[in-house]
Protein backbone atom coordinates (compact mmCIF):
# COMPACT_ATOMS: atom_id res chain seq x y z
CA UNK A 1 0.00 0.00 0.00
CA UNK A 2 1.31 3.52 -0.81
CA UNK A 3 0.89 6.08 2.32
CA UNK A 4 2.02 9.42 1.85
CA UNK A 5 1.12 11.63 4.38
CA UNK A 6 -2.16 10.97 5.99
CA UNK A 7 -3.61 14.34 5.05
CA UNK A 8 -5.89 14.00 2.00
CA UNK A 9 -8.78 13.91 3.65
CA UNK A 10 -8.19 17.11 6.16
CA UNK A 11 -9.33 20.70 5.26
CA UNK A 12 -6.11 21.47 4.55
CA UNK A 13 -5.69 19.12 1.98
CA UNK A 14 -8.50 20.96 0.43
CA UNK A 15 -7.20 24.07 0.62
CA UNK A 16 -4.03 23.10 -1.38
CA UNK A 17 -5.81 20.85 -3.76
CA UNK A 18 -8.30 23.71 -4.64
CA UNK A 19 -5.41 26.22 -4.98
CA UNK A 20 -3.38 24.08 -7.07
CA UNK A 21 -7.35 23.31 -9.31
CA UNK A 22 -7.57 27.33 -9.84
CA UNK A 23 -3.50 27.44 -11.28
CA UNK A 24 -3.12 24.29 -13.01
CA UNK A 25 -6.23 22.83 -14.43
CA UNK A 26 -7.72 24.44 -17.71
CA UNK A 27 -11.49 23.05 -17.26
CA UNK A 28 -11.80 24.21 -13.59
CA UNK A 29 -14.88 26.40 -13.75
CA UNK A 30 -12.63 29.50 -11.84
CA UNK A 31 -9.09 29.05 -14.11
CA UNK A 32 -9.77 31.71 -15.95
CA UNK A 33 -9.38 33.98 -12.81
CA UNK A 34 -6.56 32.25 -11.40
CA UNK A 35 -4.05 30.37 -13.79
CA UNK A 36 -5.96 31.80 -16.91
CA UNK A 37 -4.45 35.42 -16.03
CA UNK A 38 -1.23 34.16 -15.42
CA UNK A 39 -1.36 33.77 -10.98
CA UNK A 40 0.92 30.81 -10.39
CA UNK A 41 2.27 28.76 -7.64
CA UNK A 42 5.67 28.44 -6.24
CA UNK A 43 7.62 25.40 -7.42
CA UNK A 44 7.60 24.16 -3.16
CA UNK A 45 4.52 24.53 -3.16
CA UNK A 46 3.33 21.91 -6.20
CA UNK A 47 3.79 19.43 -3.61
CA UNK A 48 2.23 19.08 -0.20
CA UNK A 49 4.35 18.17 2.21
CA UNK A 50 6.11 21.95 1.75
CA UNK A 51 2.81 23.78 1.57
CA UNK A 52 1.63 22.06 4.72
CA UNK A 53 4.68 22.79 6.72
CA UNK A 54 4.42 26.68 5.46
CA UNK A 55 0.53 26.65 6.74
CA UNK A 56 1.23 25.08 10.28
CA UNK A 57 3.50 27.57 10.95
CA UNK A 58 2.27 30.34 9.44
CA UNK A 59 -1.36 30.78 11.49
CA UNK A 60 -3.45 28.19 9.35
CA UNK A 61 -6.56 26.98 11.12
CA UNK A 62 -9.61 24.88 10.08
CA UNK A 63 -12.14 27.16 8.32
CA UNK A 64 -9.92 29.83 7.43
CA UNK A 65 -8.76 30.35 3.44
CA UNK A 66 -5.46 30.90 1.65
CA UNK A 67 -5.19 34.84 0.29
CA UNK A 68 -3.10 36.35 -1.83
CA UNK A 69 -1.89 39.71 -0.16
CA UNK A 70 -1.57 41.21 -3.89
CA UNK A 71 -4.65 40.23 -5.82
CA UNK A 72 -2.49 40.21 -9.21
CA UNK A 73 0.49 38.28 -7.38
CA UNK A 74 1.20 34.57 -7.06
CA UNK A 75 0.62 31.73 -4.65
CA UNK A 76 4.11 31.67 -3.40
CA UNK A 77 5.24 32.40 0.99
CA UNK A 78 5.67 36.17 0.56
CA UNK A 79 2.30 37.15 -0.70
CA UNK A 80 0.20 34.35 1.43
CA UNK A 81 -2.08 34.33 4.31
CA UNK A 82 -5.14 32.99 6.14
CA UNK A 83 -7.97 35.05 6.45
CA UNK A 84 -11.83 34.22 6.86
CA UNK A 85 -13.91 33.64 4.35
CA UNK A 86 -16.03 37.28 4.82
CA UNK A 87 -12.08 39.19 4.52
CA UNK A 88 -11.10 36.88 1.45
CA UNK A 89 -14.57 38.06 -0.49
CA UNK A 90 -13.76 41.56 0.65
CA UNK A 91 -10.43 41.28 -1.48
CA UNK A 92 -11.74 39.79 -4.33
CA UNK A 93 -11.13 41.97 -7.49
CA UNK A 94 -14.39 42.09 -8.21
CA UNK A 95 -15.79 43.97 -5.13
CA UNK A 96 -16.88 47.01 -5.82
CA UNK A 97 -16.76 48.57 -1.97
CA UNK A 98 -15.20 50.18 -0.42
CA UNK A 99 -14.81 49.81 3.55
CA UNK A 100 -16.97 53.27 4.18
CA UNK A 101 -19.44 51.67 1.89
CA UNK A 102 -19.43 48.06 3.72
CA UNK A 103 -19.87 50.21 7.23
CA UNK A 104 -22.86 52.21 5.52
CA UNK A 105 -24.26 49.04 4.32
CA UNK A 106 -24.22 46.95 7.41
CA UNK A 107 -25.90 50.12 9.59
CA UNK A 108 -28.52 50.07 7.27
CA UNK A 109 -28.89 46.31 7.53
CA UNK A 110 -28.26 46.23 11.40
CA UNK A 111 -31.19 48.86 11.89
CA UNK A 112 -33.45 46.83 10.09
CA UNK A 113 -33.98 49.95 7.79
CA UNK A 114 -33.56 47.94 4.52
CA UNK A 115 -33.39 44.37 3.14
CA UNK A 116 -30.68 42.53 1.87
CA UNK A 117 -32.13 42.29 -1.65
CA UNK A 118 -32.69 46.47 -1.10
CA UNK A 119 -29.18 47.02 -0.41
CA UNK A 120 -28.02 44.21 -3.05
CA UNK A 121 -29.68 46.99 -5.57
CA UNK A 122 -29.00 50.26 -4.23
CA UNK A 123 -25.67 49.46 -3.83
CA UNK A 124 -24.99 47.25 -6.88
CA UNK A 125 -23.48 44.31 -5.54
CA UNK A 126 -24.45 40.55 -4.63
CA UNK A 127 -25.29 38.99 -1.36
CA UNK A 128 -22.04 37.62 -0.82
CA UNK A 129 -20.29 41.36 -0.60
CA UNK A 130 -24.05 42.23 1.83
Not at 1 to 26: A, C, D, E, P
Not at 66 to 77: A, K, L, V
Not at 114 to 122: F, G, W
Request: net charge positive; aromatic share 14%; glycine share 8%.
Amino acid sequence: MYFKHGYKGTKLYQVWWSMKGRILNIKASNYKNYGGRGITICNEWLEFIPFRDWALNNDYKEGLQINRINNNGNYEPTNCNFVTGAENNRNQRTTKLSLEKANEIRTLYNSGKATQKELMRVFNVSQANI
